[in-house]
């Protein structure tokens, strides 16, 4: 295991909210990720498509094992998503990741959350704090 | 029952997602809402605090309730949110809503979330687009 | 005059855009600003009617204005605007801001613009980073 | 000249915030534009570096350029921008758009502001709302 993918499998292993999504790592590497995972009956809002809370889920843990797989420890400071396509119960949702800019105390990602069929989802724009604390691996 | 409160009961009868957190309905009117949930240990992220999309999701259904209250069928077009304080496990978190704009075709929310000592935790913005559907109650 | 006032006349003395635009400082304190400016042909767009960018330059150097004023330099992160009302010619713009969050490296500010009616016409919120410098007034 | 040359020479001609700028039209197609400007002392800000609002409103005007450019009226609903690098006196200043989304009501547009070493010094969002009024050319 790459240093990159220790960090994100030690967050992975404790992060509650990601396993109850089903999400799982497809690829990592520093500063970038993969994830996928598939929307189930209790991520419905009430309209039953999926909740805005689900693709934005999604991409904020993608921005964080994103950011974090570059070994120092990081913080999300402002985060913005559009919905622009109903998402569907059985739909499988993937993260693509792409690092815009990295200074020494701000990185900004930009995601787009698709679907099987590959049409966007959500886009987000992630800005992420990095701090002085260096992960440990 | 106002009209407010039972286009609101209805779609809360049906977000899965809403129900999972736990979300309670504290108050209603058109173009408003105030919303409760107590943090769980299944909501957590790999820092072991609450995942970033816990307060969004609160904030995502303050918004489509509130805007649907009025009567018209809104659908989230752009939300940024800030994670400004950490939130634990075990937080009571509130919704503040308020209707910043409203013209025939964009309703924009300002919502702040609000933790049980009463502190700001996320400060969120929503663009609804309003259709030319009427909810029928 | 207070180190706040000191500061912002500091900078508006530099600042060639805000005086072009004929930015007037009315009030100045730690964390706050109220700034005030009178839209003129040449800050039309092509619909004739305020460009997007006289609303914003307003907004951005209040919060410039209004965070700096707290003795640290502090430099934008990720500012957003939504124009909600169409701005036009001879129209006053005033400023309305609230520091709605300061930590020890982040400050997030909500401002609204202002007409001479009182109506909100822009919607706009910043983040800036509050580095480790001071001004030295 | 094609339809969408004429529209944004048609909205250029009246744009008086955008000839103060300087911008120059290097291309133009439905749903996308080049535009170009080289920064001048009276856009500089209290740093003596470039105002946030001269990287904003070329963004801004590209946004209008490049989603009226389809023949539909478009509105600016929602933008967010990033300024990731120090824009300095005599840089010159380039757009490059990509069109993320399009419904019948919303179009959402990525803008990156590159300078002349082709870094990007700011990120910019931008949500239009597209009207039922068409441009007649």
């Known amino acids: 295991m790459t240093a990159a993918e220790q960090i994100v499998s030690e967050m992975m292993a404790h992060d509650s909210m990601s396993q109850w999504l089903g999400i799982r790592i497809i ?22 498509v999926a909740h805005g809370g689900v693709a934005y889920a999604l991409a ?8 974090n797989a570059r070994g120092i420890k990081c913080y999300s400071v402002e985060t913005s998503i559009s919905h622009v396509k109903t998402v569907e119960i059985n739909d499988t949702l993937t993260t693509k990741v792409e690092e815009k800019s990295l200074s020494k105390r701000i990185g900004i990602y930009w995601i787009e959350v698709l679907n099987q069929r590959n049409e966007v989802v959500a886009l987000f724009k992630g800005v992420v704090h990095r701090s002085d604390k260096n992960w440990l691996v």
Do not use: H
């Not at 690829?27 to 039953?48: H, K, Q, W, Y």
């Not at 904020?60 to 950011?67: C, G, R, V, Y």
């Open 60 to 67: 904020d843990t993608a921005l964080a094992f994103a950011s």
């Open 27 to 48: 690829a990592i590497s520093p500063g970038n990720c993969t994830l996928e995972m598939v929307v189930r009956e209790p991520m419905l809002n009430g309209f039953r």
